[in-house]
């Protein structure tokens, strides 16, 4: 197998979008160059809070290249690459141009709802084409299908099927996955209230929405936990906390988007089905970055 060069803060990045609902390219880049100027170790395009969903193919390439070009070789970087049809996701893999790109993130298949041998399958047929590795992305509350521990461990036997994103909230699952785990395939955790846990219990590092705002903090605390500072670790997670909870309030990237504009990043503005957050939520938002301080 070979080892995943994805650990430590990895932040998913959003797509900012202006008033006219057009993409903020300028914004984009003004959001990768702070992320990697405060600390972070890779960048995700096209994950879930991309609002991916509601992106055309010219403006997922764009955004793509935007985040390619601004990073410049600095961080790895990740490509979402996923859905519920296996044959399409292969034809995509076969066109795909991976300039820039060292890995992909690939979801659990949605709506269809696979067996754990379907899921199995599916992933295997990922991981046979795709010319770069592979990170598996188990997310239930958005699938409404959970990649069992089980499952997830007889995939990671496959050498270029290098990591998992694990964002089940089930810690049994995540620790059975830890322990069992080959030495040299990566977990890392996909919900940011639970990473400093995580880590102390063997996680590699995360998949970040937080960390598009208060990258600072964030990244310092995953590199306090993953050099075994537990104590300031945990204060910076408590420090934290109040304000990772109200981001995923009222969904996501609602939340985050509201803090990028309170911090002057990017607009609050979400494509439909999407809205941004509630007008108290943000009130909220902004007396706790306020009174504590987050960076």
């Given at each position: 197998?070979?080892?995943?060069?994805?650990?430590?803060?990895?932040?998913?990045?959003?797509?900012?979008?202006?008033?006219?609902?057009?993409?903020?390219?300028?914004?984009?880049?003004?959001?990768?160059?702070?992320?990697?100027?405060?600390?972070?170790?890779?960048?995700?395009?096209?994950?879930?809070?991309?609002?991916?969903?509601?992106?055309?193919?010219?403006?997922?390439?764009?955004?793509?290249?935007?985040?390619?070009?601004?990073?410049?070789?600095?961080?790895?970087?990740?490509?979402?690459?996923?859905?519920?049809?296996?044959?399409?996701?292969?034809?995509?893999?076969?066109?795909?141009?991976?300039?820039?790109?060292?890995?992909?993130?690939?979801?659990?298949?949605?709506?269809?709802?696979?067996?754990?041998?379907?899921?199995?399958?599916?992933?295997?047929?990922?991981?046979?084409?795709?010319?770069v590795p592979v990170i598996l992305?188990?997310?239930?509350?958005?699938?409404?299908?959970?990649?069992?521990?089980?499952?997830?461990?007889?995939?990671?036997?496959?050498?270029?099927?290098?990591?998992?994103?694990?964002?089940?909230?089930?810690?049994?699952?995540?620790?059975?996955?830890?322990?069992?785990?080959?030495?040299?395939?990566?977990?890392?955790?996909?919900?940011?209230?639970?990473?400093?846990?995580?880590?102390?219990?063997?996680?590699?590092?995360?998949?970040?929405?937080?960390?598009?705002?208060?990258?600072?903090?964030?990244?310092?605390?995953?590199?306090?936990?993953?050099?075994?500072?537990?104590?300031?670790?945990?204060?910076?997670?408590?420090?934290?906390?109040?304000?990772?909870?109200?981001?995923?309030?009222?969904?996501?990237?609602?939340?985050?988007?509201?803090?990028?504009?309170?911090?002057?990043?990017?607009?609050?503005?979400?494509?439909?089905?999407?809205?941004?957050?509630?007008?108290?939520?943000?009130?909220?938002?902004?007396?706790?970055?306020?009174?504590?301080q987050i960076s």
């Amino acid at each position: 197998m070979i080892e995943s060069m994805f650990k430590g803060t990895g932040v998913a990045l959003v797509t900012p979008f202006k008033n006219d609902m057009q993409v903020d390219y300028a914004a984009l880049e003004n959001i990768v160059n702070h992320v990697i100027s405060n600390g972070v170790n890779f960048l995700v395009a096209l994950g879930t809070t991309s609002e991916s969903a509601v992106l055309t193919e010219e403006e997922k390439a764009r955004v793509v290249e935007t985040i390619v070009n601004t990073n410049n070789g600095r961080v790895h970087v990740m490509l979402g690459l996923g859905g519920n049809n296996t044959a399409a996701i292969l034809q995509q893999l076969k066109q795909q141009v991976f300039r820039g790109i060292t890995g992909i993130l690939s979801v659990v298949p949605y709506y269809n709802k696979p067996q754990q041998e379907g899921i199995k399958t599916h992933f295997r047929a990922i991981a046979d084409v795709s010319r770069v590795p592979v990170i598996l992305y188990n997310v239930p509350g958005r699938t409404s299908q959970n990649m069992t521990a089980k499952t997830c461990l007889e995939l990671a036997k496959h050498p270029n099927i290098v990591a998992v994103k694990e964002a089940s909230g089930d810690l049994q699952q995540v620790m059975t996955i830890l322990r069992d785990k080959p030495d040299n395939f990566t977990v890392l955790s996909g919900d940011d209230a639970l990473t400093m846990p995580l880590i102390a219990l063997g996680a590699d590092g995360v998949i970040s929405v937080a960390a598009n705002a208060y990258t600072r903090d964030f990244s310092e605390m995953v590199r306090l936990q993953r050099t075994g500072e537990t104590a300031k670790a945990r204060a910076l997670h408590f420090k934290m906390l109040e304000m990772t909870n109200l981001l995923f309030e009222d969904g996501n990237p609602a939340g985050v988007k509201a803090l990028l504009n309170l911090m002057g990043l990017c607009e609050d503005v979400l494509r439909l089905p999407l809205v941004s957050m509630r007008s108290d939520l943000k009130e909220r938002l902004k007396n706790i970055l306020a009174q504590n301080q987050i960076s």
